[in-house]
């Protein structure tokens, strides 16, 4: 056994952790805790939901302003030095990037973390790993590859290539996950933006016309796919002890656009799909530029980690599974259910567009 596995519990530390794909995190590395222990804590920016909380009482949690830092020195004292950081903090609207890139920068480059886990003294180095996304690619092409050049088209895609070459720079053991759109089942506690399979079911269901996008093209992943593709880096540092270098393309196998989303949607739960109506992205003013084709090659991916991401249809079924099991739950519980993924009254009657759905998916 390696010296690392000899020295028993691992602390892993979630930055973002009340976050979608956070709380996601927390669950997946609850999951293993028979197997490989890990002593896990997250941070949070405004509060801590009580059901989370519950969720997971093995946990500590710590308000930090990643802005300024504060909030650090209390993991430093109460839970210690990480052994994996995994940073899923972000201002990801790249609308509210665009009107706020001081705001942007601020918070997606990670300055004050990386100076935080350089306080410490000893000889192990913390494996960061960093979410980055598709966005830093200018979009001109299909299947970007991780040596094509970033070009990002907007404030959001640039202060993450930014936080790229920061932690390039200031680190020596890393990997950066550029992350297409991340879908899946709702988190255990309920974010508040709109989840892109929910939100395409719930307005498809309610039997009116829907704008899609015909002419932008991404690579979502399953959710489950990118905890499984950080629990695998977060085992292979703490078994190998190897330092690492690495980027990473993080997306499904599949290149669809909004209309071929809303098409896979409507065939699997028998919606009518003559309500998708396609519409070229240049017809709406999105408030900010946003690049065409960053669909991704994640040949290195596959290759690298031995992991095979979910096709984008089996994700959509495994979706809308989780979400019937959920509403049947809380059905049975007798706790009244708020569809929280359709907000149907800022739209015009009959008139909905893909636009709604949160700019950054």
Sequence with gaps: MSRKGEMGTKKVLVVGGTGYLGQHLLQGFSEIQG???????FTYNSFPPRPLLDAFPGSLAFHVDLKTGAGFHSISHQFGKPDVVVNC??????????KDPDAATSINVPTSLVNWLSSFTQNDITLLIHLSTDQVYEGVKSFYKEEDEALPVNVYGKSKVAAEQFI??????FAILRSS???????????PKSLPIQWIDGVLSKGDKVEFFYDEYRCPVYVKDVVAVIRTLTEKWLSESKKMQLLLNVGGPDRVSRVQMAEAVAQIRGHDSSLIKPVSASSVDRGV??????????????????????????????????????????????VPV??????????KPKSYSFVQIPSEL
């Design 181 to 191: 759109i991340i879908f899946g089942p709702q988190t255990v506690s309920p974010v």
């Design 289 to 334: 530029m946003s690049p065409a084709d960053i669909s991704m090659d994640i040949t290195k991916l596959v290759q690298t980690l031995n992991i095979s991401p979910t096709p984008f249809k089996d994700g959509v079924k495994l979706t809308l599974a989780a979400e019937a099991n959920l509403l049947s739950h809380r059905w049975s519980d007798k």
């Design 168 to 173: 390039s720079e200031k680190w020596t053991n």
């Design 338 to 347: 708020a569809p929280k993924f359709i907000h149907c009254s800022v739209l």
């Design 35 to 41: 197997i490989t222990p890990y002593e896990l804590a």
């Design 89 to 98: 903090a972000a201002l990801s609207v790249p609308r509210a990037c665009e």
